[in-house]
């Protein structure tokens, strides 16, 4: 139930005491006009009924108010906090976890859902809690006046609703169908705006045949579906509610009552079963809010990373696997009992063909996978012991995919480290050769980058993420090809910086290039997930196997070039 998504119990309380007696005064409303219209059928004195009628009406009125600004008020608490745990909770979850579907349903859910769930309240939920409660409250009361009619329209609520939970139940698949291939197209159209360059150069910016065109016929396909499964539910709810509603007329003309009560009661009954009508026209709402109470609940169902903050080991390596194993697929491992150590002030390069596990194995030491069996260890403890915050603040990451946040390029920096000052700023940005870009922007570092860094190119992206790491100043830091995009030149400033600060540093570097490669002081050929060889550069050319080869192979590749005639 959305109501339990809310913190603040007092308020759900009170706004559920609100619903229910304003549920009551609607009931007692309606009953009022069997004493109305009994007197003034008859000719007896109607006044104190009618100023009855009017008192209820006008406490109706208030109750109403506050049960929609009692709604308000609720949607708007869900709205702020709900936000903020979803937020916390995928914060908290395994990298792993987040799939490309998830993903999907984690963009759609954060930007949509809070604001539907809001709205929900005063405009779903409050009308749907009182068709169902007035004429529930409306069969009691006609207990009093009627017995035989009461017991009727007291039989007649849950054939109703059996009728409106049938219906509901027809759609369901459809609508389920309809929303999962509503959340595709929409993905699809992001990446036919997102991908236009690569679309236009392979010929295929056109939507007809395309994905996204796919995508749209799935989904007016589905949209076709939940309008034909709506159909018969629909039509049961309907005729349901007509029998129901002839049923208890009749009653009310063929029960020992005078003509006026019978009269009377006709109203009434024709009153008991408009609710019902309400609910039917909700009921395409009230499912859209079922799925988006789904899609929050998987959220906030996603595993969380724990721990607690780790002191550590004195003598302990910085970095050290010990026989990790893992899997993405159950019978196919990317790393199969891979072991070594990493030493504070040495570098070790993971060098291997693509494929060979090395960004798994990064990801692995980084907790965004936990491992199937073995341990990584960071400072002498096993990385699934450590808090996640407090091991991010170990650990300093360069990943090949640069990510940029839409902000400016100091903003960007600071992420590594928010309470830097200027001067380390400067000092990070001129050891990765960010400074030359500072330079050159009009706006120096007051420029914005646009989406993922959109107005830098490939090389300057990976010099703020380099700067950014080199800020944070972390006691291990691992780069996944850091200098891809770098040329020769910055390559090697950028590398001698990563070195100068890192006598303390324990630095782990997937690398191709054969000049980052002979820095090392320790090298890990990786094979099918396995360490296939380590050592020293010199022992390895020495030992000539499979590591010699792939340098040889490499030396060949770097020194090839197209003859000219």
């Excluded at 991010?392 to 990510?403: C, E, N, S």
């Excluded at 996944?480 to 540093?505: I, K, S, Y």
């Amino acid at each position: 139930m959305i109501l339990s998504l809310i913190d603040d119990r007092r308020t759900v309380v009170r706004y559920a005491i609100l619903l229910a007696v304003s549920a009551l005064v609607r009931a007692a409303t309606v009953l009022s006009l069997v004493p109305l219209l009994s007197e003034l059928f008859s000719g007896g004195d109607a006044l104190p009924w009618i100023a009855a009628l009017a008192v209820l009406v006008a406490a109706g009125w208030a109750l109403d108010h506050r049960v929609a600004g009692a709604g308000f008020t609720i949607g708007f608490e869900l709205l702020g906090g709900l936000e903020s745990r979803l937020l916390d909770r995928l914060g908290r979850a395994p990298l792993g976890w987040f799939t490309a579907e998830r993903k999907a349903e984690a963009r759609r859910t954060l930007t949509s859902s809070g604001r539907e769930l809001c709205q929900a309240i005063a405009w779903l939920v409050t009308p749907a809690v009182n068709a169902l409660l007035t004429p529930a409250l409306i069969g009691l009361g006609l207990l009093l006046v009627a017995p035989a009619l009461g017991l009727v329209a007291l039989a007649a609520v849950p054939l109703l609703l059996g009728t409106l939970w049938a219906s509901m139940r027809c759609v369901r698949a459809a609508d389920d169908a309809y929303a999962s291939a509503s959340g595709q197209a929409g993905q699809s159209i992001i990446e036919l705006a997102t991908a236009q360059g690569a679309l236009r150069a392979a010929g295929r910016a056109s939507t007809q045949g395309s994905a996204v065109g796919r995508a749209l016929a799935r989904q007016r396909t589905a949209a076709l579906r939940l309008v034909g499964y709506g159909l018969p539910g629909h039509l049961l709810s309907g005729l349901a509610t007509q029998a129901i509603l002839l049923g208890l007329a009749a009653t009310a003309v063929l029960s020992d009552l005078t003509a006026p009560e019978a009269a009377a009661l006709v109203i009434v009954v024709v009153r008991f079963v408009e609710p019902f009508t309400t609910l039917a026209e909700l009921s395409p709402a009230l499912q859209n809010l079922r799925g988006t109470l789904a899609r929050v609940r998987d959220l906030l169902a996603a595993p969380v990373l724990d721990g607690s903050p780790r002191v550590p080991v004195a003598g302990a390596p910085a970095l050290e696997l010990r026989d990790v194993r893992f899997a993405y697929e159950p019978g196919d491992p990317t790393i199969d009992g891979v072991s070594f150590t990493v030493e504070r002030g040495t570098t070790t390069a993971v060098v291997g063909p693509s494929g060979a596990g090395k960004s798994t194995l990064l990801a692995l030491i980084a907790r965004f996978h936990e491992a199937d069996s073995g341990a990584v260890l960071v400072d002498g403890h096993d990385v699934r012991d450590h808090d996640p915050a407090a091991l991010m603040t170990r650990l300093g990451i360069v990943f090949q995919d640069v990510y940029l946040f839409e902000a400016t390029l100091r903003d960007n920096v600071r992420l590594g480290r928010p309470d830097a000052t200027g001067e380390q700023l400067r000092a990070a940005a001129s050891a990765a050769r960010l400074d030359e870009v500072v330079e050159r922007l009009p706006d120096g570092w007051d420029t914005r980058v646009g989406e993922r860094g959109a107005t830098l190119s490939g090389g300057e992206r990976q010099r703020v993420s380099i700067a950014r790491a080199l800020l944070k100043d972390a006691p291990v830091l691992l780069l996944d090809e850091a200098t891809a995009a770098l040329d020769t030149g910055n390559e090697r400033a950028v590398v001698g910086a990563l070195e100068a600060g890192g006598r303390e540093r324990a630095t782990l570097i997937i690398a191709h290039r054969l000049s980052t490669i002979a820095r090392a002081d320790r090298i890990v050929f990786l094979e099918h997930g396995r360490v296939a060889e380590s050592g020293t550069l010199a022992e390895l050319l020495a030992l000539d196997g499979r590591f010699a080869a792939y340098w040889r192979q490499r030396e060949q590749a770097s020194g090839w070039s197209l003859a000219t005639t």
